[in-house]
T-cell receptor
Framework: KQEVTQIPAALSVPEGENLVLNCSFT??????LQWFRQDPGKGLTSLLL?????REQTSGRLNASLDKSSGRSTLYIAASQPGDSATYLC???????????FGKGTKLTVNP | NAGVTQTPKFQVLKTGQSMTLQCAQD?????MSWYRQDPGMGLRLIHY???????DQGEVPNGYNVSRSTTEDFPLRLLSAAPSQTSVYFC???????????????FGPGTRLTVT
């Protein structure tokens, strides 16, 4: 069965810290990997998409990397801010389909 | 662009009632899908469509029907609601693999459904 594991499930840090969120998967046929942010009671906002031929993507203070051989992706958040508090989800799709397989997320709290 | 829109935002149903959750996108995306999100379970795929007239089942399709008569709309129908269908429902869309675009998927704001 395809599985995505996100560790830790919850994380609380003081403002200004650099932090890393982890995503691991068992499927070797991964194509694209996407990181999302979800605020309480809201929908999913796409943060970064790493396409099949890429190894990392950057947007502002966010950097995501993908290592298919080890089945891992990391989301790096630099200089965290209280506004970064949310649940972060990773998801991948396979080469033959756009169907996403999701992890259960990491709930991040950045304390002022 | 409005992106992916969903209506209603909230709905309460009684067991056995039927309803349709609406989803629309204005990005000319071929691929559309429905997910449900439950505490501790993550998001699970219900149904998906790779284009008008084409639909297929996802991981948890029982109790739900879909159709895709236009590129823009992808409604989800609950034929006879059950308490187990209490959940938050999300619609998503993207360009299909091989078509224009990079495969990034966009999600709607969700519909929160309670079945009593």
């Amino acid at each position: 069965k395809q599985e995505v594991t996100q560790i830790p499930a919850a994380l609380s840090v003081p403002e200004g810290e650099n932090l890393v969120l982890n995503c691991s998967f068992t499927d070797s046929a991964i194509y694209n990997l996407q990181w999302f942010r979800q605020d309480p009671g809201k929908g999913l906002t796409s943060l970064l998409l790493i396409q099949s031929s890429q190894r990392e993507q950057t947007s502002g203070r966010l950097n995501a990397s993908l290592d298919k051989s080890s089945g891992r992706s990391t989301l790096y958040i630099a200089a965290s801010q209280p506004g970064d508090s949310a649940t972060y989800l990773c998801a991948y799709d396979q080469g033959g389909s756009e169907k996403l397989v999701f992890g259960k997320g990491t709930k991040l709290t950045v304390n002022p | 662009n409005a992106g992916v829109t969903q209506t209603p935002k909230f709905q309460v149903l009684k067991t056995g009632q039927s309803m349709t959750l609406q989803c629309a996108q204005d990005m000319n995306h071929e691929y559309m899908s429905w997910y449900r999100q439950d505490p501790g379970m993550g998001l699970r795929l219900i149904h998906y469509s790779v284009g008008a007239g084409i639909t297929d089942q996802g991981e948890v399709p029982n109790g739900y029907n879909v159709s895709r008569s236009t590129t823009e709309d992808f409604p989800l129908r609950l034929l006879s609601a059950a308490p187990s269908q209490t959940s938050v429902y999300f619609c998503a869309s993207s360009y299909s693999r091989g078509a224009a675009g990079d495969g990034e998927q966009y999600f709607g704001p969700g519909t929160r459904l309670t079945v009593t």
